[in-house]
Structure formats: structure tokens, C-alpha cells
């Protein structure tokens, strides 16, 4: 499948830090882009997307940024809480020539707050 | 309203045997995905479903994994045989279509034993 399958890299924070987690993509024609959490035992839910017009987009205590030069995403969390800890999954989405579309997942990073 | 469910949460089975995963999306979403997640790594794409347009199979690892779905309801991922390697949580997640921008929604997943 597209998705490496390697254990994850762990990004390890205090309480009230700002965290940054990474993803390089590889698609130049990907369009859209989209950030998904999953905490233990469950399925990965939203975060927030941006699409490839833009370079940044803000939401609740969370801000996504898109370097299309370079083919890079990264999702900052202020003031982390223990409650963000959780694995974090970028995804872009893949224009097709059928004119349907794909979702592509990165490796995931897992977060670890402490308090 | 109801997202997207999986069942069982649950399946332990002897290595050989044949398994059937269930899933249920969300009414009205016309796309479908299946992924497979080993523990501690990121997803696996296996196969998704457009309407009634012929499934993308290229993530199926092999020819034991194999997926319907009836129109655009409920899917079914069915493994034959099998192997202690296809231990893993098993999630599924709809999306409103796969023309345009839409962020995909994850069911539970099942989680598969083979002993």
C-alpha cells in the first residue's frame, strides 16, 4: 500500500508547550490536505484541512501549513494538553485522471504530552 | 446522525480460517474505504468503492483479502486463510464522494486476532 509500514515516530512535550508535527507528502498534484487524530482505540477523526491555494490555515488552538515548494505540511497545537496525546495522520488527497480522487495517509506521528 | 460502524469490534480466529468484516457507512455517503492498521504503525490503504464504478483494489495485499459492497451501503472485507501477519485493526471510513474535496469519516474498526 501507499502507507509506509514503520513504528511510528514520537514527539514527546510538557503540558502547555506549543507542538509542531511534520509531513512530507509526495505527490505534486495533490489538491487538498487534511489532518486526522487518533487516540487509542479508536478510528482517526478530523482535525483540519487547507487546500493547495492556500498556505495556512488557523482553528481552534491549532494551525496547519502548507509548503508546496519543498512538498510540506506541519500541524502546530498550542498550548498542549494532555488530552492532545494521541497519534497524528496527514493526508492528501489525489486528483485522478478518472476524474475521482484519492486519499493518501502519511506514516503518523504519536504525540506525548506530560503534565 | 450515525456515523460510520463497524462489527465486530472484536474477532479472534484460528490462523486458517476464513474471516468477514462488516461495515456500515454513513447514508449517503457514495465512497468507501478499507485500511488495515498493525499495531503501533500507520494506515494501510487496501481497497475503495466509488458508487457503482469498479473498486480500486491495489492496496489488497494478497489474493485472500478480497471486498464488496452493495450499492452504496454496506461493504464487507472478507480474508481467506488466514495468517498470524493479518493480525491488525481493520477501519473503514465513507466519504461524501470522491469527486471534490471531502474529508473521509472512520468507523471503530475491527480489531483481528488470528492465533
Known amino acids: 500500500g501507499e502507507s509506509v509500514g514503520l513504528h511510528l515516530p514520537t514527539l514527546s512535550v510538557q503540558e502547555g508547550d506549543n507542538s509542531i508535527i511534520n509531513c512530507a507528502y509526495s505527490?505534486?498534484?495533490?489538491?487538498?490536505f487534511i489532518w486526522y487524530k487518533q487516540e487509542s482505540g479508536k478510528g482517526p477523526q478530523f482535525i483540519i484541512d487547507i487546500r493547495s491555494n492556500m498556505d495556512k490555515r488557523q482553528g481552534q488552538r491549532v494551525t496547519v501549513l502548507l509548503n508546496k515548494t519543498v512538498k510540506h505540511l506541519s500541524l502546530q497545537i498550542a498550548a498542549t494538553q494532555p488530552g492532545d496525546s494521541a497519534v497524528y495522520f496527514c493526508?492528501?488527497?489525489?486528483?485522478?485522471?478518472?476524474?475521482?480522487?484519492?486519499?493518501?495517509f502519511g506514516t503518523g506521528t504519536r504525540l506525548l504530552v506530560s503534565p | 446522525g450515525a456515523g460510520v460502524s463497524q462489527s465486530p469490534s472484536n474477532k479472534v480466529t484460528e490462523k486458517g480460517k476464513d474471516v468477514e468484516l462488516r461495515c456500515d457507512p454513513i447514508?449517503?455517503?457514495?465512497?468507501l474505504y478499507w485500511y488495515r492498521q498493525r499495531l503501533g504503525q500507520g494506515l494501510e490503504f487496501l481497497i475503495y468503492?466509488?458508487?457503482?464504478?469498479?473498486?480500486?483494489k491495489s492496496g489488497l495485499p494478497s489474493d485472500r483479502f478480497s471486498a464488496e459492497r452493495t450499492g452504496e451501503s454496506v461493504s464487507t472485507l472478507t480474508i481467506q486463510r488466514t495468517q498470524q501477519e493479518d493480525s491488525a485493526v481493520y477501519l473503514c471510513?465513507?466519504?461524501?464522494?470522491?469527486?471534490?474535496?471531502?474529508?473521509?469519516?472512520f468507523g471503530p474498526g475491527t480489531r483481528l486476532t488470528v492465533t
Open positions: 468503492f466509488q458508487g457503482n464504478s469498479a473498486p480500486d
Open positions: 493526508a492528501e488527497n489525489i486528483p485522478l485522471n478518472t476524474g475521482f480522487q484519492k486519499l493518501v
Open positions: 505527490n505534486s498534484a495533490s489538491d487538498y
Open positions: 447514508s449517503g455517503h457514495t465512497a
Open positions: 471510513a465513507s466519504a461524501l464522494s470522491l469527486t471534490g474535496w471531502h474529508e473521509q469519516y
